[in-house]
């Protein structure tokens, strides 16, 4: 898991959590607030209708109390014959325009006057929802009791109904009445009226629409809660981002360092912080290693540059005992490179034969000179003493691990060996035989064949490359021959180059 | 005051409510009758008055009444009045408003029999006829005579026992005791704090009456007087004729043999039941204050109903400089 | 002559025929009254006969029977009476009660102890009583 994605996670964990525990608590208690507000609401508005409702009944009593002193309430000894006390009751309920009716009961219960003229001469035998006495105005005695029945169908006219939320009355066998339609889901406030016993009027309203700006508010915060958190994990990621840009700078550098080897890259300083501290001291390191392998490079090529001298100088001193030439060594060692980078070998391989090739007959140093430096034709048993001397040149050589004395070693041992098999020591055919061994063969020869020698003259070339054709497939590689000749300019330049110098 | 004038308007505002459902019922004059426990009333005047050193109008009065029976053979009376409400001055050309309402009369009455009744509280003075009828809309003239102003008390703050002496109901008695301060002093003309008086008054015919009264009475500033007072009156309808008289003694600086007295003579002719022509002699001589001084007015009044009434009336004095005209306009409701 | 006489007078009272009531409940504690009583009971002055309250019962000031009575018994015109009414009501007395019609009058009378009121003499029933006619 990479450091940036455990600091997201960890700066996500620490403000997520905290934040969205906030952001909830805060919303449950707004929620529960508007809840409340709206049951407030309905709360307020139920009183005030209720308030309403109670001023009008309280003056409903208070006309009632004041009619029932009036002076017309002597015609109560006419039993109100010219209807006087009923044309008042009529008028006081015109007036105040409710569905209902005052009676003036006396006291037998008989219907002396009525707002409703055909109820006079009646039996008052039904409930009324105010009453007062009247007394006498002579005596002050109670003659008979003034009532009014006051529907409750008046108290819809101080409903202010709406299709969602609606007032309705419960009387006092706890029927609803007025109510114009159900809601699915509501809720309701109910208080009972102060005036009128037994009788509650409910406020109630569908939930849905209550709600609705909650639902809204709910809705938005959510919303909130989303792009809050999104920021939250934006920050996080930039943050984070910022924090391992630098590290990841340095480690990507070192990277490259280490894959470039070039030691002379610096890190940009971008902050004066810790992370700009490290990227300093980082630097600073690279800086110091630098110098450092600037050094060992140094070194390396002194150390190089003497084992390609002391090689080179080993088989000059190889090849001074069989009279032959120094540049001989270099003309061939020159020869093998071109060969090996035409056949395709690479620079450092193409190069380490050449620094092997001069050692190609350090065997030689085992033969004795009476046979090494013999003027005529060797007998055969001369001959294959000669031709120890390739085995013997790997021995000395293999022994080493150096890789440049390991590849002499095949030089030595393989360079008199022949494509077609026939050559010595161990007659490897074709590609048995090491492409150093094969490289060297055609080099060796070349050169052998167009320089003087104690044994013979120096061959024209074209008869050195009359003998090439021959031989190609033969004693040497057919690629390898094939190269020669297209690039006989080269081999020609060379051999002009390190010519002997008589 | 002014928060009681309140409370009265917001009253009579409510009860407008009612009034206005049975508005047909009202009479000019008659006040507006709730039931038996209250009836109420009000009246207002002003006046215009030009002499030798005054031009003036005056909105002279007004008042509330409230009356009713509170228990069989229990009633009582309030009256609230503003005098003096509004008056503007030509000469100086100031105005000057005195909205200030005090207890004009406030009593309660009990019907013992037709031969016993007693009233107790602040109550007109039973005394003679001018008297009983102190506000312009009942009175035959916007002024009132000297007699009735300056020689005795107008109202009477104690109890008063009247009624009738016989089976005949022709003679009224009245016997009447104050040993106190008036109730609301602010316009008596003469607060006193003890006065007893008995009177008496016949009726020979529907035309025809007479009375008369003694009394003493103690005033604010401790002067005592005793008083002997005498009134008749000739009423066919069409034409009036009284005369009215008091004597008094008393006072700190008077001699005994020197007294002081007042009172007129009036002729009344209505014209018709509308038009009236009044003409009213006064003689009048206040020792304790040298104020003396005899008049001659004639007036004529016009009543459209009889509770509207606009007066005109004309002041020759004996003091010449004291000449007036007088004019008012007021109506009781 | 004394047919004459005799005749003139019967015709002399058709002529005067007493066609109106002053009742009282049949059970009033009193009997007959005098015109001068009835004023004075009208005008409100009086207020008892005896020791009984009087509740005097006026019909409705439109009422022809009321002005018939205004001016026989009480003998003052309507507008004199008026004047009368307004110097009452300055001395915080209110006039008499008012019904409406003849039956109510009745029907009061006989139910208040004390009410006097006047309707025509057909009308009288056995729960009234007359106390004076006119």
Redesign the interface.
Known sequence: MSFKFKTIIFFLLISLIPYALTMLMFGSSFRDEQKNNVEKELKTQLNMTLSRINQNLQTLQNDLK?MA???V???I???D??R?ISR?LL??KN?LNIIGNFYLVDQEQTIIASSDFSYISKKFNFNSTYSTKVLS????KPIANLHVYYDLKNLTKYFSNSENRHYYVVDKNGKNLFQPKEYKESILIQSTLSSIDNVKIVLIEDKAHAYRLLKKYQFWFVVTLFIGALFIILMAIYFASNLIKPLKHLSSTANKITQTQDYSVQVPIERSDEIGHLGKSFNTMIKGINGAMGEVKDLNEEIEATQREVVFTMGAIGESRSKETGNHVKRVAEYSKLLALYYGLSEEEAEMLKQASPMHDIGKVAIPDAILNKPGKFTDEEFEYMKKHAKLGFDMLNSSNRPLLKAAAIVAHEHHEKYNGKGYPRGLRANEIHIYGRITAVADVFDALGSDRCYKKAWDDEKIFDLFRKERGEHFDPKLVDIFFKHLDDFLEIRNKFKDLI | MASLIKRIIIFLTISFE?IA?DLSSYELGHGY?????LTIGSYLSTEYEVAKDERSFTLDDIALLAYG?V??NLTYLAELEAVKFYKYDFKNGIDETNDAFHIERLYFNYRFSDNLVARIGKQITPIGYWNLEPINVLRDTSSNPYYSKYLFPKFLTGVDFSGYTSDSYQTTYHLFAQKNEDLDETYINIPNEHFFGASLEHELNDEISFGGSIGQFKTNSQETFEYIQLNAKYDDTTFALSSEFMLRNGGLDSQKDENTYGGYLQALYHYTPQHTFVSRYEHFYDKSVINKDQLFLLGYSYRPIFPVSFKMEYQWHELKDQNKFLSSFSVLF | MKVLLLLLFISVSFLQAKNYAVIVRSDAPFEQIKSNDLKNIFLLKRRFIGDQ?I?PINLLSNNELRVHFEKNIIKMSRKKLNSFWVKQHFRGISPP?T???Y???L??VT??Q??VGYVPSSLVNENVKVIYEF
Request: overall charge neutral.
């Open positions: 004041f002193k009036s002076e309430m002597a015609d000894y006419t039993s014959l010219d006087r008042l008028n006081k007036d105005p002579f005596d002050n | 009612l459902s009758k709730f039931n038996s426990l029976e228990m069989p | 309250k509740i009660t019904q409406a019609s039956q109510s009058v029907k009061f139910n208040v004390g009410a």
